[in-house]
């Protein structure tokens, strides 16, 4: 049971691939059921454990657990609606001695392992199995998933059948993409992997403590980054970006447009059409605040002509021609709206989403939300999940464009300045518990580093 951290994540097919590969699928359930009942009888106490058994081979893992539990000494009992089905879960049951419950009349357990369903659930569950999966999660103390929750899909965060929050979910051999993304990934709980030694190939993985550049004694400000930031309407936001970008790191920040006031670090100048002249800006931050008139199109095309790495959130993604050839490195930030605005509708998975619209606008697209998603045009995926939902406010994401100033200017490569500064936004919410403000979330900023 270890933390999922920086693991590729795997679709069901390409797990499917991993394990023929890998040959010895016997060998894999035994693993597997081994790895859920060492879990289950670490965190049960003393507590009576109850494996539902699903049809297929994740009905077999659950056979397996149950036995591993039972030889353990552990008080185990099993429930099921249907015979399994596969050769694997059918050898894995004849090895239970005990007896099988029907689900139907099965009595609750101060713990629940849910085996019903996991990789192959192509269909809502039926009446029996959801409404007796909820009645028995419900009377439980604890609700463990085995690979994934029954009645999400395993490869883009849909709910076929609305599980009952289980606390944990064990992910068996990788992670999928539904334990990330949203709205499946709220039922898996704390999601940990269970190794099976499959090492698989992935170009998406979760997001990792990722390695910042941090100053040295031949540090001075302007190598450590300078960000400048193209304010306009509403300088509040960009001001919030300036100063985010200072406490993610930046060495100088530069506030080209309107306002006044602390902090005294921050450098404001008006706005100029020469203002992104100096070579020595190595990030340009354009959209918190910026507006949508002419004066916004202006001064976007400006930032777009002046060959420097730019990150593009906000008002200026709503002025942004997806298509036009890029000229710089350019880091796009778009929420889900956003999204939907610059590449048009889809019901593809967040990862697809964000990995076609990466390779189309060439460009490193943060896809923002309670799952982030960021992708790179050369296919690359990294996931961040687990964000504190008291992000859900205004000015949240005017910090993480300002951060994302800060990483790309310290000289990380745009991909992973992106996934620097969603992480750095990411354990900076942590940091500042509920309820808090986006200024609150740019002091933290600094903390985390
Ligand atoms: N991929 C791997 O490396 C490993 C996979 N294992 C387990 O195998 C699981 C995948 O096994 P399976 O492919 O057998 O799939 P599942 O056990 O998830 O279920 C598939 C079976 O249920 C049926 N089914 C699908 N949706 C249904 C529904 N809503 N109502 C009723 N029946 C439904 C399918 O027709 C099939 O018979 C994984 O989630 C994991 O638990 C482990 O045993 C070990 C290693
Ligand atoms: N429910 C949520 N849980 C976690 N993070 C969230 C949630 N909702 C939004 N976020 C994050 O908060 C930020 C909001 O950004 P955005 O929507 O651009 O807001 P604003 O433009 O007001 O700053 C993004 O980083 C996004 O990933
Ligand atoms: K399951």
Known sequence: MIPIDGHPIL????????????GNLSALMAQAG??????????????????LCGPGNNGGDGYVAAVELHVAGHPVRVAAATEPRTDLARAARARWTGPVEPLATARPAPILIDALFGTGLSRPLDAVHAMHFHRLAAAARLTIAVDLPSGVTTDDGRVLTEPPRCHLTLALGAVKPSHLLQPAARYAGHVRLIDLGLSPASVATVIARPAFRDPGPDTHKYSR???ALVGGAMPGASELASIAALRAGAGYVLHLGDGTGPPHALVRRPWSAGALTDPRIGAVVIGPGLGRDDTARDRLATALASGRPLVIDGDALHLLDADAPRSAQTILTPHAGEIDALFGKSTA???DRARVAAARAD????FKGPDTVIAAPDSRVTVSADASDWLSAAGTGDVLAGATGAMLASGLPPFEAATAAVWLHREAARLCGRSFIADDLVGALSRVR
Do not use: C, D, F, P
């Not at 679709?11 to 023929?20: G, L």
């Open 11 to 22: 679709t069901a097919a390409t797990m499917r691939a991993a394990e023929q590969a890998h």
């Open 225 to 227: 980054g300078m960000v």
């Open 363 to 366: 460009v490193v697209v943060i």
């Open 349 to 351: 998975s967040k990862i």
């Open 34 to 51: 081994a790895g859920v009942a060492t879990a289950a009888r670490r965190l049960a106490g003393a507590s009576e454990v109850l494996v």
